[in-house]
């Protein structure tokens, strides 16, 4: 038997990540083995190139480069070996962040980002994306009172968010088959209802 691979998408302040461990808890309760993990990072390696990528500035074909050096790391040491066992993986983040973020947001050439896509995970996609989407000013007020340092893209102008969110929104409309839009400017208990009939179509 194969898993389940599911990702979680949005904007920074979209609020995803405390939606990833209830959302993991659920499935456990079904009595499926589900490993959590995020990008960039999941490994030892991705874990130091995740604290390059945030803090030092650089190129953003490095920048690209490292996204997808960090994922190949990942998939072969933790996504591809836990999906073989059978299990289920909730990464946070995943290749449509890279697509929203160096392409929408920094401009990068989209036909790149599909040679590198083909090249690091040609057969593999996840079987559900869960894009959190929620209007920019609301993000970046969450991001605002959180009041902790701000990482290199949560930096960036309101323009750069606004960019990436169009580019996941256009993401979702062009892979409807595995891409679900959840209004992340809703209660915690609307957004829960969502992710459980949502997940129990998978
Ligand atoms: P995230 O883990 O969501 O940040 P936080 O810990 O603050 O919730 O993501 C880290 C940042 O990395 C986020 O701003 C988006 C960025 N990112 C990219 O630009 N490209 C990528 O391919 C990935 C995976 C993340």
Redesign the pocket.
């Known amino acids: 038997m194969k898993g389940k691979f599911i990702t979680f998408e949005g904007i920074?302040g979209a609020g995803k990540?405390s939606h990833v461990d209830w959302l993991a808890e659920r499935l456990r309760q079904r009595g499926l083995t589900v490993q959590v993990t995020?990008?960039?990072g999941g490994t030892a390696l991705g874990e130091k190139l995740r604290d390059l990528?945030?803090n030092q500035s650089m190129h953003l074909e490095t920048e690209t480069l490292l996204?997808f050096a960090a994922r190949r790391e990942h998939l072969a040491q933790v996504i591809e070996p836990a999906l073989a066992r059978g299990e289920w993986v909730v990464c946070?983040?995943?290749t449509d962040?890279?697509h929203a973020?160096?392409g929408g947001g920094r401009g990068l050439e989209r036909s790149k980002l599909q040679a590198l896509e083909h090249w690091v995970h040609e057969h593999l996609q996840p079987n559900l994306t869960l894009l959190f989407d929620l209007p920019l000013e609301v993000a970046r007020e969450r991001i605002a009172v959180a009041s902790r340092d701000l990482?290199r893209?949560?930096q960036e102008r309101a323009d750069f968010h606004e960019r990436v969110r169009h580019a996941y929104l256009e993401r979702a409309h062009g892979h409807p088959e595995r891409m679900r839009v959840i209004d992340a400017n809703n209660t915690l208990d609307n957004i829960r209802k969502r992710l459980e009939e949502i997940i129990a179509t998978i």
Request: charged share 40%; glycine share 0%.
């Open positions: 920074d990540s995020r990008e960039p990528l945030l996204m946070d983040r995943f962040a890279t973020y160096q990482d893209f949560e």
